[in-house]
């Protein structure tokens, strides 16, 4: 099946640093999705984002689905950001989500 | 826009009991998943309906787990004889067709 593999796995900032996470998948995909897991277990949608780039505040994002990679960028980062981030890939004619091992960060005030 | 919503949100059970587990996905999405979460792991897919149809079942989905959509809208997730290794999140997402999905809070099971 396909692999979806995220870097770094840890990952600790000062509060106001950049930081950009990565996910690498291993087929061509019809969907990608990244969330940020809060502390009560709740996925939360930042990014679908199957190609191209997108922007929301302080967060973006770029798929480059020919090189199957994705990455997402945290700007100006604040302590509220911290968590775990999931990349999620869907395979052309799937119907399920596969998910990276997730990238955990703590922002440190 | 509510959300996907699930109940409960917690559920301690002992060995050998049956629980069931409710999803309501947002209303106007035909598509609607379940995956399970371990400490420490993503998500993993167990099963989806398109509609009232269970269309696809994961290898994880043991005989003694059931999942009905009944009228294609609110799902129900049943665990027959829970074992301890059944202890983890379970998650409901739903979809228009098959695009983003959207999550519930998830419904954590411990089995004691």
């Known amino acids: 099946g396909i692999q979806v593999e995220q870097s770094p796995p840890d990952l600790i900032l000062q509060e106001g640093a950049n930081s950009t996470l990565r996910c690498n998948f291993s087929d061509s995909v019809n969907n990608l999705q990244w969330f940020h897991q809060n502390p009560w277990g709740q996925l939360i949608n930042l990014f679908y984002i199957p190609s191209g780039t997108k922007q929301n505040g302080r967060l973006s994002a770029t798929t ?10 945290i700007s100006s980062s ?32 | 826009d509510t959300g996907v919503s699930q109940n409960p949100r917690h559920k301690i059970t002992k060995r050998g009991q049956n629980v069931t587990f409710r999803c309501d996905p947002i209303s106007e999405h035909n598509r609607l998943y379940w995956y399970r979460q371990t400490l420490g792991q993503g998500p993993e897919f167990l099963t989806y309906f398109q509609n009232e149809a269970q269309l696809e079942k994961s290898r994880l989905l043991s005989d003694r787990f059931s999942a009905e959509r009944p009228k294609g809208s609110f799902s129900t997730l049943e665990i027959q004889r829970t074992e301890q290794g059944d202890s983890a999140m379970y998650l409901c997402a739903s979809s228009l067709s098959a695009y983003e999905q959207y999550f519930g809070p998830g419904t954590r099971l411990t089995v004691t």
């Not at chain 1, 509220?80 to 922002?107: E, H, M, P, Q, W």
């Open chain 1, 64 to 73: 480059v689905a020919t090189e199957r990679y994705s990455l997402l960028y």
């Open chain 1, 78 to 109: 604040q302590t509220t950001d911290s968590g775990v981030y999931f990349c999620a890939v869907d395979l052309i004619g799937g119907n399920k989500l596969v998910f990276g091992a997730g990238t955990i960060l703590r922002v440190k005030s």
